[in-house]
């Protein structure tokens, strides 16, 4: 098993900036190689459906972005501490939901269903 925790969400003014971590563990994770699991972001607002945020894959080669949010955000990740990010620049209050971290088996997609791990989440509000 893998398990995700999320945190550094918070209440923000539109404009500004916050910076996501989500922490990997588990046996699963240590026995396969952290390398080997990509990892995601994704979001769910009151009402609607979880969508993709941003992917980055194994080793951090490559990354992906929701076009929503190309230019004001960026993920990357520390495998040494087994640390997912989400820099997030410039908000704005459409950017208000529960942010989620994700894990699944080497390849990174944008649809939430082919992901097998899930965090609990962190809620992000962005004010007007």
């Known amino acids: 098993q893998v398990q995700l925790a999320e945190s550094g969400g918070g209440l923000v003014p539109a404009g500004g900036s916050l910076r996501l971590s989500c922490v990997a563990s588990?046996?699963?994770?240590?026995?396969?190689?952290?390398?080997?699991?990509?990892m995601a972001w994704f979001r769910q607002a009151p009402g609607k459906e979880r969508e993709f945020v941003a992917h980055?894959?194994?080793?951090?080669?490559?990354?992906n972005y929701a076009d929503s949010v190309k230019g004001r955000f960026t993920i990357s990740r520390d495998n040494a501490k087994n640390t997912l990010y989400l820099q997030m620049n410039s908000l704005k209050p459409e950017d208000t939901a529960t942010y989620y971290c994700?894990?699944?088996?080497?390849?990174?997609?944008?649809?939430?269903?082919?992901?097998?791990?899930w965090g609990q989440g962190t809620q992000v509000a962005v004010s007007s």
């Open positions: 980055i894959k194994t080793h951090g080669a490559s990354t």
């Open positions: 994700a894990a699944r088996w080497f390849t990174a997609t944008m649809n939430r269903n082919d992901y097998d791990y």
């Open positions: 588990g046996r699963t994770f240590s026995t396969y190689g952290k390398d080997n699991y990509a």
